[in-house]
């Protein structure tokens, strides 16, 4: 056997949710309910957006992809575990979990960037509103948007054929409810050191940097805000920060929680909760908290209404 580019295995067991058989058909319900949420609200939110000429500024632009990669996020994922979780057979193939993975990191990093590139769309609009039409026009927008696409191609398929192109002729259990990059690398038949820095170096540089640069233009931003005289214009700035601040909050506080935990028994399950979470609920989460605190997308939806009334009528 060649040892890069050769597998004795041809196909992996997704252990996922398996040692709580009696609440499998709870967990699809709960899965289904949630993964049919996300689809519904990020494309929601793409059409308003896509629609409405009230919404083609930049932070909507942003929040675009942000609604586009969410759903591409939540279905590398979801339909499949549904599928296990009704089903005995919880075999994914060899090729088929390396795509698997290979999506969930591209859209991961993308996701890391693009909320990283909304922080500074916030901050050059509190903190210098008057060049604000100049920084963050179209071109600079196009720009990062594609620099966060081309982050997570790259990672994505840099991560996944690094770690596929492994032997692995041990055992082919996973135990995870998807191909996730430490699971699966713990299964290769060969010194896994040079990937596991690798892994940690593009933890750091994908995941560590764009919360620390989030976090520093938010210390900018509140304090340019509490300088603000008119309690009227301090409060509409804080709404157009907070539901970027929570969305930020929930994605890397739970991918941070997940990533600390030291390798037990314990952690094996609290992590696979926790990766339920972020992989699952936040995608459904993110369009409700962007419309429920939004006035601006809530006025689009009523005036779709509106029109759609007015021509069924």
């Not at 793409?46 to 942000?66: E, K, R």
């Amino acid at each position: 056997m060649k040892k890069h580019n050769q597998s004795c295995l041809t196909e992996f067991v997704l252990l996922g949710f398996s040692d709580f058989q009696t609440m499998e058909e709870l967990l699809f319900c709960l899965v289904l309910i949630f993964y049919f949420m996300a689809l519904m609200g990020n494309s929601l939110v793409s059409i308003l957006v896509f629609l409405s000429p009230t919404l083609h500024t930049p932070m909507y632009f942003f929040l675009w992809n942000l609604s586009f990669l969410e759903i591409g996020y939540t279905s590398s994922i979801s339909p499949k575990m549904l599928v296990n979780l009704l089903s005995e057979n919880q075999t994914i193939s060899f090729w088929g979990c390396g795509c698997q993975m290979c999506f969930f990191l591209l859209f991961s990093v993308t996701e890391c960037c693009l909320l990283c590139a909304m922080a500074y769309d916030r901050y050059v609009a509190i903190c210098k509103p008057l060049q604000y039409p100049y920084i963050m026009n179209f071109r600079e927008c196009a720009k990062l948007a594609a620099i966060s696409w081309v982050f997570g191609i790259f990672v994505g398929l840099g991560e996944s054929i690094s770690i596929f192109t492994l032997p692995f002729c041990g055992s082919n259990r996973i135990s995870h409810f998807f191909c996730d990059l430490m699971p699966v690398l713990r299964l290769a038949s060969t010194n896994t050191y040079k990937n596991e820095v690798a892994n940690a170096t593009l933890t750091v540089v994908f995941g560590l940097v764009p919360l620390l640069l989030i976090l520093f233009s938010y210390i900018l931003i509140i304090s340019t805000i509490l300088m603000m005289p008119m309690a009227k214009k301090r409060r509409k700035a804080f709404s157009t920060c907070s539901s970027h601040l929570i969305v930020v909050c929930i994605f890397f506080g739970t991918i941070i929680v997940t990533y600390i935990h030291p390798n037990s028994e314990f952690s094996v399950d609290s992590n696979r909760i926790l990766a339920l979470f972020y992989t699952v609920v936040t995608p459904s989460l993110n369009p409700i908290i962007y419309s429920l605190r939004n006035e601006e997308i809530k006025a689009a939806f009523k005036k779709s209404v509106a029109r759609k009334w007015v021509f069924f009528s």
